[in-house]
Every structure is written in C-alpha cells, then in structure tokens.
C-alpha cells in the first residue's frame, strides 16, 4: 500500500503523518515514511521551488514509491502535490495507491504558519509559495478528505479516521504479557500504544485472559476439582509476615485496611522493584525473608486487597498508585495463565481481572 497525504503547509500533514506512522508500524508491516522536504534535502538542492522544478519532484517521489511498493515496502508520504496528472499517474501506476487530502482553510494556514511562509510571500519577500503566487488545485479525487480546520484538533481521531476508512489491520497483542513476567520481568519503560488505544489493548488482554481461566475452570469443573475458600487467622510468625495469610485477612473483612495500610504501600514498594511477592516478609523492615515467589495464589489476591484499597482511598494521587500496582500485578496474572491450574487460583484470577477491568473502564 501506498499512502500520500496531500496538504499545503502548515496544514498539519507532516504531523499526522508522524503519528501515523508510528500506529502502521503496529501492523507488523515494513512502512516507509517519507517526507516531500526531507526528500529534497536527501537528493540535494538541485531544483528549486518554480513549477517545473516542483513537477520533476513530484514524479521523483511517485517513482521512488511505485519501486517501493513493488519491493513489497508499504510507502507513507506527506507531500504538497498540486498536479493532477501526477495523481493520475500514481492511481494508473502504483497498485493499492490511496490519498488522503488533508483539508484547511487559508487564512487557517496563514495563522498555523510556524515558517512564515505566507507573510513572506504576501509581503513579496520570496516567490513559488504555493497558495500565494502558485495557485494549489485540491486533489481531483481524494479516497479521503480530512477536515482539519480545527484549532483544538485530535489528531489520534484523524489517524484512527485514516486506519478504519483503509482498513488496515493493527496487531492487538498487548506487549507486557506476552512472556511470563516472573521468570522474564518487563520494567516498564515504553509502550508502542498511547491514550485510548493502550486501554484499548489492555482491555482485549484481559478480556482474552478472564476467557481463558473460565474455560480452563469449567474443564476443571466436570473433573470434580474444587474450588476453595482460603481461611487464615494467623498472619504472623516468629518475626515474620505471612504474605497469604495477610492478604486473605485483609480481603475478608474490611475492619483490618486501615491497621495494615502502611505495610501493603510498603509492600506495593517492595513489588515496584523486583516484580515478585514472596511468601514472607520479615515484619520490621517489610523486607523479603523468603526466596519463594512462585505461589500463585498470592497475585490475584494483592490485587483484590489493593482493589480493595483503591475504591476506599480518598486521595486522587493515591488511588492511582494503587490502580498502578494493580495493573503490573494483573499483567504478571495474565503472562502466566498457562501454569495456573488450581481451581482456587483460577477463581481468583478471574475476580481480580474482572473488577480490574471495571475500574479501567471508568478511565475509557
């Protein structure tokens, strides 16, 4: 696929172009941007900015993508294109060819202008500007006109606008949980999804793992496993914090959260760093006293206790280190769903993905 994004300058092409080169890379497609300056910089200053000149560009950058495209290189190009006959020749030439006219109103582009292009050449200080002395002739026929007029433009809205009308399919994987993050820990530094569309990921994530752990319950089920409750009384030990026991206290009776709410942010603290919660904890300095991070059963019960936290917390800062905690410690539920088979742990792994989403939802 070749894709052009026709607009004058200052019309917000280059940026749109950017953003959506980023989300095409999603697609696990090769994508090529290329940018109509960027192009007559690489090539060198050998044309100028007359007609002619811009002529022999523009069928420069339609030949570079028909070769592109025919190397099986998807091509993104964000140009002025004012000649018909070159966009005529693309849709003749180039197979899967799209254009996208990125739609502003002069006096719009002359307020947006950064380069002061405009007031230049209306002041008659430079020539060949187009839109002041080279007239612009809108694409003849757009597969796509984009109307970006607006000062409080959403450019994510006009990239997805640009996805949905082309139908370019996007990889849905959810990148923090393709692993099992207790043997392989992700820290949490970059993601290629931003806004909406991470929650969007997030949620089919979720959705795909609370499907999963119900499927695997039911066969379970008709094999005559039991499901559970655990019960504990006794959280503390020689000196040391049962982290279960704690955890099962906690979710059952409300009376204990805020006795225990300095320990669970400092145990929040102590997951931050090694992804892991162990069996015990040494009860002075809540510090691991155990090598032990394997029972199961222990994430999906912080996360319930932490849900637990989150929807009684007041504070609008500490609520979101809380929804913080419970994110990574449902993404490590989600990357290891494979080797969680007790009925009692699937149980509870499907109730702290279900009401985690209904948190994140409130977000979207």
Same mark, same amino acid.
């Given at each position: 696929?070749?894709?052009?994004?026709?607009?004058?300058?200052?019309?917000?092409?280059?940026?749109?172009?950017?953003?959506?080169? =980023?989300?095409?890379?999603?697609?696990?497609?090769?994508? +090529?941007?290329?940018?109509?300056?960027?192009?007559?910089?690489?090539?060198?200053?050998?044309?100028?900015? *007359?007609?002619?000149?811009?002529?022999?560009?523009?069928?420069?950058?339609?030949?570079?993508?028909?070769?592109?495209?025919?190397?099986?290189?998807?091509?993104?190009?964000?140009?002025?294109?004012?000649?018909?006959?070159?966009?005529?020749?693309?849709?003749?030439?180039?197979?899967?060819?799209?254009?996208? #006219?990125?739609?502003?109103? !002069?006096?719009?582009?002359?307020?947006?202008?950064?380069?002061?292009?405009?007031?230049?050449?209306?002041?008659?200080?430079?020539?060949?500007?187009?839109?002041?002395?080279?007239?612009?002739?809108?694409?003849?026929?757009?597969?796509?006109?984009?109307?970006?007029?607006?000062?409080?433009?959403? !450019? @994510?809205?006009?990239?997805?606008?640009?996805?949905?009308?082309?139908?370019?399919?996007?990889?849905?994987?959810?990148?923090?949980? &393709?692993?099992?993050?207790?043997?392989?820990?992700?820290?949490? @530094?970059?993601?290629?999804? @931003?806004? #909406?569309?991470?929650?969007?990921?997030?949620? *089919?994530?979720?959705?795909?793992?609370?499907? +999963? +752990?119900?499927?695997?319950?039911?066969?379970?089920?008709?094999?005559?496993?039991?499901?559970?409750?655990? #019960? !504990?009384?006794?959280?503390?030990?020689?000196?040391?914090?049962?982290?279960?026991?704690?955890?099962?206290?906690?979710?059952?009776?409300?009376?204990?959260?805020?006795?225990?709410?300095?320990?669970?942010?400092?145990?929040?603290?102590?997951?931050?760093?090694?992804?892991?919660?162990?069996?015990?904890?040494?009860?002075?300095?809540?510090?691991?006293?155990?090598?032990?991070?394997?029972?199961?059963?222990?994430?999906?019960? !912080?996360?319930?206790?932490?849900?637990?936290?989150?929807?009684?917390?007041?504070?609008?800062?500490?609520?979101?280190?809380?929804?913080?905690?419970?994110?990574?410690?449902?993404?490590?539920?989600?990357?290891?769903?494979? =080797?969680?088979?007790?009925?009692?742990?699937?149980?509870?792994?499907?109730?702290?993905?279900? @009401?985690?989403? *209904?948190?994140? &939802?409130?977000?979207?």
């Amino acid at each position: 696929m070749v894709i052009w994004l026709i607009g004058m300058s200052a019309s917000g092409k280059t940026t749109i172009g950017r953003i959506l080169h =980023d989300k095409l890379l999603l697609s696990g497609e090769k994508w +090529f941007f290329l940018d109509g300056d960027t192009f007559r910089n690489i090539l060198g200053e050998d044309l100028g900015h *007359s007609i002619e000149d811009r002529r022999v560009n523009a069928y420069r950058i339609s030949r570079l993508c028909e070769f592109l495209n025919f190397q099986g290189v998807n091509v993104l190009a964000c140009v002025l294109s004012i000649f018909h006959d070159n966009q005529k020749y693309n849709k003749n030439n180039i197979p899967n060819y799209k254009e996208v #006219y990125i739609e502003v109103g !002069f006096d719009e582009l002359v307020k947006r202008d950064n380069k002061g292009l405009y007031k230049k050449a209306l002041k008659g200080e430079i020539k060949d500007v187009v839109g002041v002395d080279i007239d612009f002739k809108p694409p003849y026929s757009p597969d796509l006109v984009i109307d970006n007029n607006d000062e409080n433009v959403n !450019f @994510q809205k006009i990239v997805n606008e640009i996805f949905l009308k082309f139908n370019i399919p996007l990889s849905d994987a959810y990148e923090y949980t &393709r692993n099992s993050l207790l043997t392989s820990p992700h820290k949490y @530094q970059y993601s290629k999804f @931003q806004g #909406y569309d991470f929650f969007l990921n997030h949620e *089919s994530d979720r959705e795909k793992s609370i499907v +999963f +752990f119900k499927e695997r319950l039911s066969y379970l089920a008709n094999r005559d496993a039991e499901f559970v409750k655990p #019960y !504990f009384n006794n959280h503390i030990s020689n000196g040391h914090l049962l982290l279960k026991n704690l955890l099962v206290c906690l979710l059952q009776g409300d009376y204990e959260l805020s006795k225990y709410k300095d320990i669970i942010l400092i145990l929040i603290k102590r997951f931050e760093v090694g992804k892991k919660l162990y069996l015990t904890y040494d009860l002075e300095e809540i510090r691991k006293s155990s090598l032990e991070f394997k029972d199961y059963l222990n994430y999906p019960l !912080f996360s319930l206790v932490l849900q637990k936290y989150y929807e009684n917390e007041e504070s609008a800062e500490r609520k979101l280190i809380y929804l913080n905690a419970i994110l990574k410690v449902n993404d490590i539920i989600s990357s290891i769903k494979q =080797d969680v088979i007790l009925p009692t742990e699937i149980k509870y792994c499907i109730d702290a993905l279900e @009401q985690e989403l *209904s948190v994140t &939802r409130r977000y979207i």
